[in-house]
């Protein structure tokens, strides 16, 4: 998940909003997704989430379903 530390260009990356925040990586807490090397961190339990749990379900299913539709 390199993207989200250094990807120039965001404005073609999924993401959606959450409490004032972009998230591109829903399995890390919003606060977290600017931090230098943050997919490293998803084991880390203060900071890995079950994004279904933490984001909702209707949040996490259209984060998946639009990377697979832009991948398709």
Not at 26 to 47: C, T, V
Not at 59 to 70: D, L, P, Q, R, S
């Amino acid at each position: 998940m390199i993207w989200n530390n250094e990807c120039p260009d965001k404005r073609n990356i999924i993401s959606f909003s959450y409490k004032g925040y972009t998230i591109y990586d829903p399995w890390i807490r919003e606060e977290l997704q600017e931090a230098p090397f943050s997919w490293r961190i998803h084991e880390d339990p203060k900071a890995g989430v079950n994004p279904f749990d933490y984001y909702g379900k209707r949040a996490a299913a259209k984060f998946i379903v639009g990377i697979v539709e832009k991948n398709q």
